[in-house]
């Protein structure tokens, strides 16, 4: 059977870059493809070129970060310096700081006597450190927060988000709804109902149930914990309303025409799979794909020769050494060409996942970004994969 | 201070959580490291937490569910069982055993007291699924007078990344706020002198990149710093170097004869030895010497964590086709029981 030809619409970076209707680039992808690094270089390649960028990052590498000039955690974007002046482009970078992110939600919703109470609450202090989803919720509330500034003050015309290294890519787009409709729950509702109004009417519908929760709830947990959890509540009550409104904004803003979805990968069957579905996922809620980019695939130096061919011919002078030249490169040449073998099997590998996945997704534009030998950590390495990026 | 030798490390231990950057091989490595327990007659308990369902994909077998099921078993004894615990099924369970709820249990599900508890306090989540794991600890086959031998000889548990690793296990810290008292803070309580106890470590899996090696440098400092035991870190995906190193340096040195001596070794066994195929050979050398480098330099930071390491090697093919059952090989041969 003749294998499908590899022809992926290619992903014309350059043209999304320069265009100025793209506002936002959303860059996901399941853990550890190199979302970060992708990001960081979409945006110093669109600061290089003239526009003004903020990057938005979630859990960069130490030294990826301090190659962007950010050594804190603070939460406010950073210029990185001597990016793209020459041009009137500009870069700034920052790192989210979840947790602060949701203390400013919480301050800008509610009197400061509340946010105080809200703040000191053992439940509070719980959820908005590590409650599932609340580092996705708080990247898209950030990315809400920066398109205002931008709108507001001028300073940016492009925004490059990282997305939160959640264990599916698809927990980022499912996080919002998630906290939300927790929040919503019917046994949340039932402890703040005496707050609200015809509460009590509700109480009595439910008050056998509500008594055996509530019961339930205080032997196993504790009778403190619940009078916890009413006061949190309670006092977010009034928070509701902004919280879910943000994050219909939010999530309005990701389908317009002005974001762009980047979905990362790396050449290896599960990345991909998980780039399948969240392909697949962004038509189904109508959101603007750009492309998909492919991490860290193997090339080869000498795509001439064989991977078969090399360990053949290493064998060949294997076999021949005896009377071959015993000096001090002997054994160089079947050295190097085993190891051009194993680089061609890799290659083969990748090269295979990523065919499988376009025959699934023709019309989905997609580039290549070569492995490189090291890793990533200064704006010259951000700079080659950049323009991989852009030719891939 | 050196680095403990590996039996002194391992010697009575019966929990081994596993734990590592996200994308490692963490999954794959508690697998390898339960057959490995297996291959000497013990009877192991596999467990995952975070409902990946990592463990089934990795034997190729249906999903699993809250039961524990049989995966391998040898013929000298050993067994690997598995079980993905779920935080809401161990409550409901939980509540069972202690309360007798009968219906009331569904009656809470209905009313979305059990989503409630385990998700507006991610404590108590975590409370209820190292308690399923403590449980399997500590079950003995006999009745309650008369315990009998244990159930399982080890527990191996695929547990969060490195990220999150020391939050999940230091569940009494995490409930300290939240449950005050109650039987939630007592499990708690004895759940952590349990992970604190030298019959629990921790293992740390890597891979020769920066930011693996990274987090697993700073887990294992928060580990001890909080003081959970440390077993050994795993080097995964090791690539052994295919060209020596004297011949790398050379090769960096004398491009020219080196490039000469090539397209003549090339010629002599009739591969086209086009200027580029010949350069060609000869970058990839030189990426290679690089990635060796850094390789080395990261080796190098890992053992200056003085934890004892075990090496597995890429696998080329996948963990499909007995890939799994090599690693474990490879674990017994590196000497763990």
Same mark, same amino acid.
């Given at each position: 059977?003749?294998?499908?030809?590899?022809?992926?619409?290619?992903?014309?970076?350059?043209?999304? &870059?320069?265009?100025?209707?793209?506002?936002?680039?959303?860059?996901?992808?399941?853990?550890?493809?190199?979302?970060?690094?992708?990001?960081?270089?979409?945006?110093?390649?669109?600061?290089?070129?003239?526009?003004?960028?903020?990057?938005?990052?979630?859990?960069?590498?130490?030294?990826?970060?301090?190659?962007?000039?950010?050594?804190?955690?603070?939460?406010?974007?950073?210029?990185?310096?001597?990016?793209?002046?020459?041009?009137?482009?500009?870069?700034?970078?920052?790192?989210?700081?979840?947790?602060?992110?949701?203390?400013?939600?919480?301050?800008?919703?509610?009197?400061?006597?509340?946010?105080?109470?809200?703040?000191?609450?053992?439940?509070?202090?719980?959820?908005?450190?590590?409650?599932?989803?609340?580092?996705?919720?708080?990247?898209?509330?950030?990315?809400?927060?920066?398109?205002?500034?931008?709108?507001?003050?001028?300073?940016?015309?492009?925004?490059?988000?990282?997305?939160?290294?959640?264990?599916?890519?698809?927990? @980022?787009?499912?996080?919002?709804?998630?906290?939300?409709?927790? &929040?919503?729950?019917?046994?949340?509702?039932?402890?703040?109902?005496?707050?609200?109004?015809?509460?009590?009417?509700?109480?009595?519908?439910?008050?056998?149930?509500?008594?055996?929760?509530?019961?339930?709830?205080?032997?196993?947990?504790?009778?403190?914990?619940?009078?916890?959890?009413?006061?949190?509540?309670?006092?977010?009550?009034?928070?509701?309303?902004? +919280?879910?409104?943000?994050?219909?904004?939010?999530?309005?803003?990701?389908?317009?025409?002005?974001?762009? +979805?980047?979905?990362?990968?790396?050449?290896?069957?599960?990345?991909?799979?998980?780039?399948?579905?969240?392909?697949?996922?962004?038509?189904?809620?109508?959101?603007?794909?750009?492309?998909?980019?492919?991490?860290?695939?193997?090339?080869?130096?000498?795509?001439?020769?064989?991977?078969?061919?090399?360990?053949?011919?290493?064998?060949?002078?294997?076999?021949?050494?005896?009377?071959?030249?015993?000096?001090?490169?002997?054994?160089?040449?079947?050295?190097?060409?085993?190891?051009?073998?194993?680089?061609?099997?890799?290659?083969?590998?990748?090269?295979?996942?990523?065919?499988? @996945?376009?025959?699934?997704?023709?019309?989905?534009?997609?580039?290549?970004?070569?492995?490189?030998?090291?890793?990533?950590?200064?704006?010259?390495?951000?700079?080659?994969?950049?323009?991989?990026?852009?030719?891939? | 201070?050196?680095?403990?030798?590996?039996?002194?490390?391992?010697?009575?231990?019966?929990?081994?959580?596993?734990?590592? %950057?996200?994308?490692?091989?963490?999954?794959?490595?508690?697998?390898? $490291?339960?057959?490995?327990?297996?291959?000497?007659?013990?009877?192991? $308990?596999? /467990?995952?937490?975070?409902?990946?369902?990592?463990?089934?994909?990795?034997?190729?077998?249906? #999903?699993?569910?809250? *039961?524990?099921?049989? $995966?391998?078993?040898?013929?000298?004894?050993?067994?690997?069982? =598995?079980?993905?615990?779920?935080?809401?099924?161990?409550?409901?369970?939980?509540?069972?055993?202690?309360?007798?709820?009968?219906?009331?249990? =569904?009656?809470?599900?209905?009313?979305?007291?059990?989503?409630? /508890?385990?998700?507006? /306090?991610?404590?108590?989540?975590?409370?209820?699924?190292?308690?399923?794991?403590?449980?399997?600890?500590?079950? !003995? !086959? =006999?009745?309650?007078?008369? %315990?009998?031998?244990?159930?399982?000889?080890?527990?191996?548990?695929?547990?969060?990344?490195?990220?999150?690793?020391?939050?999940?296990?230091?569940?009494?810290?995490?409930?300290?706020?939240?449950?005050?008292?109650?039987?939630?803070?007592?499990?708690?309580?004895?759940?952590?002198?349990?992970?604190?106890?030298?019959?629990?470590?921790?293992?740390?899996?890597?891979?020769?990149?920066?930011?693996?090696?990274?987090?697993?440098?700073?887990?294992?400092?928060? $580990?001890?710093?909080?003081?959970?035991?440390?077993?050994?870190?795993?080097?995964?995906?090791?690539?052994?170097?295919?060209?020596?190193? /004297?011949?790398?340096?050379?090769?960096?040195?004398?491009?020219?004869?080196?490039?000469?001596?090539?397209?003549?070794?090339?010629?002599?066994?009739?591969?086209?030895?086009?200027?580029?195929?010949?350069?060609?050979?000869?970058?990839?050398?030189?990426?290679?010497? *690089?990635?060796?480098?850094? *390789?080395?330099?990261?080796?190098?930071?890992?053992?200056?964590?003085?934890?004892?390491?075990?090496?597995? #090697?890429?696998?080329?093919?996948?963990?499909?086709?007995?890939?799994?059952?090599?690693?474990?090989?490879?674990?017994?041969?590196?000497?763990?029981?």
């Amino acid at each position: 059977m003749a294998t499908p030809p590899l022809a992926p619409e290619p992903l014309d970076l350059d043209a999304l &870059l320069a265009d100025p209707a793209t506002g936002i680039i959303v860059c996901c992808g399941s853990g550890g493809v190199g979302k970060t690094t992708t990001a960081a270089a979409l945006g110093l390649r669109a600061a290089e070129s003239g526009r003004r960028v903020v990057v938005l990052t979630i859990d960069p590498a130490r030294r990826l970060a301090q190659s962007l000039g950010l050594t804190e955690l603070d939460n406010t974007p950073r210029p990185v310096a001597g990016v793209g002046d020459e041009v009137g482009g500009s870069l700034h970078a920052m790192m989210l700081d979840m947790k602060r992110t949701f203390d400013e939600v919480v301050e800008a919703h509610s009197t400061p006597e509340k946010a105080a109470q809200i703040l000191a609450n053992p439940f509070y202090q719980s959820v908005s450190s590590s409650f599932a989803g609340t580092q996705e919720y708080m990247a898209m509330e950030k990315l809400g927060q920066l398109r205002a500034q931008a709108e507001r003050e001028g300073t940016w015309n492009l925004i490059v988000v990282d997305t939160p290294p959640s264990r599916s890519a698809l927990d @980022f787009l499912d996080a919002p709804k998630r906290l939300g409709s927790f &929040l919503d729950g019917r046994f949340i509702r039932l402890l703040t109902a005496p707050a609200r109004a015809g509460g009590r009417a509700y109480l009595k519908v439910f008050s056998v149930g509500a008594t055996i929760a509530a019961v339930t709830v205080s032997r196993v947990l504790g009778g403190q914990l619940l009078a916890d959890v009413q006061t949190f509540v309670s006092a977010l009550d009034t928070m509701f309303g902004g +919280f879910r409104e943000r994050a219909d904004v939010t999530y309005a803003l990701l389908k317009e025409p002005a974001t762009a +979805f980047v979905v990362v990968a790396a050449p290896e069957r599960d990345a991909l799979r998980e780039a399948a579905y969240f392909v697949d996922r962004l038509e189904s809620e109508g959101m603007p794909l750009a492309g998909v980019v492919v991490n860290r695939v193997q090339t080869l130096a000498a795509p001439a020769l064989s991977g078969s061919r090399a360990a053949a011919a290493a064998e060949q002078l294997e076999d021949g050494a005896d009377t071959a030249a015993a000096d001090d490169l002997a054994g160089l040449t079947p050295a190097l060409l085993r190891l051009h073998a194993d680089l061609a099997e890799v290659a083969t590998r990748h090269e295979g996942h990523v065919r499988r @996945f376009v025959a699934g997704h023709r019309e989905v534009p997609l580039s290549t970004v070569p492995a490189s030998a090291t890793d990533i950590h200064d704006l010259e390495g951000l700079r080659t994969v950049s323009a991989a990026l852009a030719t891939g | 201070m050196s680095t403990p030798p590996l039996d002194r490390a391992l010697d009575g231990v019966r929990l081994h959580v596993v734990t590592g %950057k996200g994308g490692v091989g963490k999954t794959t490595v508690a697998a390898a $490291l339960a057959l490995a327990l297996a291959r000497q007659g013990k009877r192991v $308990l596999l /467990a995952e937490v975070e409902g990946r369902q990592g463990i089934s994909q990795t034997f190729d077998v249906p #999903p699993l569910g809250i *039961e524990e099921v049989r $995966l391998v078993s040898h013929a000298g004894g050993g067994e690997v069982w =598995g079980i993905s615990v779920d935080a809401k099924a161990a409550l409901l369970e939980y509540l069972q055993m202690f309360y007798k709820l009968g219906r009331a249990g =569904g009656a809470l599900e209905r009313m979305g007291v059990i989503d409630f /508890a385990t998700t507006i /306090a991610p404590g108590v989540r975590d409370v209820l699924l190292i308690g399923k794991v403590y449980e399997a600890v500590g079950r !003995t !086959t =006999g009745t309650r007078r008369h %315990k009998g031998p244990r159930t399982w000889d080890a527990v191996v548990l695929d547990a969060p990344p490195t990220g999150r690793i020391t939050r999940f296990l230091n569940v009494n810290v995490q409930v300290a706020d939240l449950a005050r008292m109650g039987p939630i803070h007592s499990q708690a309580e004895s759940i952590t002198r349990m992970l604190r106890h030298p019959q629990s470590v921790v293992h740390v899996v890597t891979l020769l990149e920066e930011m693996p090696v990274q987090e697993t440098v700073d887990a294992i400092g928060e $580990l001890s710093d909080a003081g959970f035991g440390l077993g050994t870190v795993v080097v995964n995906q090791v690539r052994e170097p295919l060209v020596d190193e /004297a011949l790398l340096e050379i090769a960096a040195a004398e491009p020219e004869r080196v490039a000469a001596r090539v397209r003549d070794d090339l010629t002599g066994v009739g591969v086209r030895a086009a200027a580029r195929t010949v350069n060609g050979l000869l970058r990839e050398a030189h990426d290679h010497a *690089e990635r060796v480098e850094l *390789e080395r330099s990261l080796t190098d930071e890992v053992a200056s964590q003085r934890l004892p390491t075990l090496r597995l #090697p890429v696998l080329t093919g996948g963990v499909e086709d007995g890939g799994i059952a090599a690693l474990a090989d490879q674990l017994v041969e590196q000497g763990v029981r």
